[in-house]
């Protein structure tokens, strides 16, 4: 698996979420519906995509050579912060403090988060699109 692929696959693992009304949260979605939020490259979101996604940028590099720092970004439309949040949490598992090891051609790509971790952001232009950033430090254990 490329590089490229590795983060792909990665970042299309968080969980689509869901309320839960016994809970008052946001749990797994288990509707029998797709189980995860599509993620795309920030270059490459199709028009009419639909909300919640995962956009993340692509650095490469290559062993020896300094962290390369990724934003990744969760969008979702709600009137509050509970969905978002939640989501954050959800990437936090997903990338804990000390990072994640994913396996590639010719070696591993090594995620951790960056500083600082998220921050909450709004849409200028639609007030119910809520938006997560995320720092993200990708450190490349390749030899290309």
Not at 40 to 60: F, K, M, Q, R, S
Not at 84 to 107: F, Q, S, T
Not at 123 to 142: G, S
Request: aromatic residues 12%; proline residues 6%.
């Amino acid at each position: 698996m490329t590089k490229e692929a590795a983060l792909f696959t990665f970042f299309s693992t968080l969980p689509k979420l869901a309320y839960d009304k016994d809970s008052g949260g946001y749990t797994a979605a288990n509707d029998g519906e797709e189980s995860t939020i599509p993620a795309y490259v920030n270059t490459a979101v199709p028009d009419g995509a639909e909300l919640p996604y995962l956009t993340y940028t692509v650095l490469i590099g290559a062993y020896g050579e300094p962290a390369c720092s990724l934003t990744v970004n969760i969008w979702c439309r709600t009137t509050d912060e509970a969905e978002p949040n939640a989501y954050a949490r959800e990437l936090g598992k997903l990338i804990p403090r000390g990072g994640v090891l994913l396996h590639c051609d010719g070696g591993g790509v090594r995620i951790y988060r960056g500083n600082p971790w998220c921050q909450s952001l709004a849409d200028d232009t639609d007030r119910t699109i809520k938006r997560r950033y995320f720092n993200v430090e990708v450190e490349y254990i390749t030899e290309e």
